[in-house]
């Protein structure tokens, strides 16, 4: 075989090789990519937010009351407490994970006594979403201030919002598509 007819077949070897190798690269991407996605379906399916009927009426009316969306508040408490009234987490407590310390003078202004009763653990969430939206409007900055998020405005003001309001929002607007807003 001469010298250019070597050269040549070496060349063909060479494109040949390398593009053996970019497709098993983008079979194995598509393949993570498969994985990926019906594993985020199963987890997803399993833990499907939802607004409890029990207390959404109750939600309703003090959110209109307060002008705040009955959904983002039903987002926050899927978020906080899968909806249940008893749940308790580093010193905030019910259904909208709620810590006394910080709201004492709220909670009697609103004449609360309990915040393992959901109806009064949902008047001082929304009236403290109330606050924050009168004080911050952007809704990613009410929620990461609501969240406890540190920084939150310096973060929020270079535009990194936590995954916290980012999952919040997300799932108040899937719960305001599912009511038919």
């Known amino acids: 075989m001469k010298g250019k007819d070597k050269e040549f077949l070496e060349e063909i070897r060479k494109d040949t090789w390398e593009r053996v190798k970019t497709i098993l ?17 199963i987890v997803h399916a399993a833990d499907d937010p939802y607004i ?25 408490i899927w ?8 749940a308790e987490n580093e010193g905030c407590i ?29 008047l001082v969430g929304v009236d403290y979403l109330a606050e924050l939206f009168a004080k911050y409007e952007d809704p990613y900055l009410v929620l990461m201030k ?9 973060k929020w003001s270079k535009g ?3 995954s ?17 807003k």
Request: aromatic share 12%; net charge negative; proline share 4%.
């Open 25 to 41: 690269i983008l079979l194995f991407i598509i393949g993570a990519l498969f994985y990926m996605l019906s594993q985020a379906t």
């Open 146 to 154: 609501y969240n406890g998020t540190s920084g939150a405005y310096e």
């Open 79 to 86: 978020k906080e407490s899968r909806w249940t009234p008893d």
């Open 52 to 76: 409890d009927s029990t207390y959404y009426p109750y939600i309703e009316e003090i959110c209109k009351d307060y002008n705040i969306s009955p959904e983002l508040v039903s987002a926050i």
């Open 94 to 122: 019910g259904i909208m994970q709620i810590n006394e310390k910080y709201h004492t003078e709220r909670m009697e202004r609103l004449g609360v006594t309990s915040l393992y009763d959901p109806e009064q653990c949902i």
């Open 164 to 180: 916290y309001a980012i999952s919040v929002s997300d799932i108040s607007i899937l719960l305001e598509r599912e009511a038919g």
């Open 160 to 162: 990194n919002y936590s």
